[in-house]
């Protein structure tokens, strides 16, 4: 079956760099578009940025351009998110999601989720 376990959270200092990795099995990754949501305390869960196998250039969120990047290596099949000067607005369980098509919308398979805390 399809596993998406996310890795690379933690509590981290505001300002601070943080990279979270995403290892898919179970799909046939190149064919996938990858991506991340967020959920913070108390909000609903919201897309952050997703890889596409069919659009050569990622997409964001605009709360998060210019911070964020999405690098894949699909023969590791892994994706990440850099994320750089973080923001305790950045508090939140950050989602792996998988899709069979173009765009990530409604995501074919989630990951558990890993946590993020900012401290300012």
């Known amino acids: 079956q399809v596993q998406l376990v996310e890795s690379g959270g933690g509590l981290v200092q505001a300002g601070d760099s943080l990279t979270l990795s995403c290892a898919a099995s179970g799909l046939t990754f190149n064919r996938f578009t990858m991506g991340w949501f967020r959920q913070a305390p108390g909000k609903e869960r919201e897309f952050v940025a997703a890889s596409s196998w069919l659009v050569s250039d990622p997409y964001y969120a605009d709360s998060v351009k210019g911070r964020f990047t999405i690098p894949r290596d699909n023969a590791k099949n892994t994706v990440y998110l850099q994320i750089r000067n973080l923001k305790p607005e950045d508090t939140a369980v950050y989602y792996c999601?998988?899709?069979?098509?173009?765009?990530?919308?409604?995501?074919?398979?989630w990951g558990q989720g890993t946590q993020v805390t900012i401290s300012s």
């Open positions: 999601a998988a899709k069979h098509a173009c765009l990530l919308s409604n995501p074919d398979y």
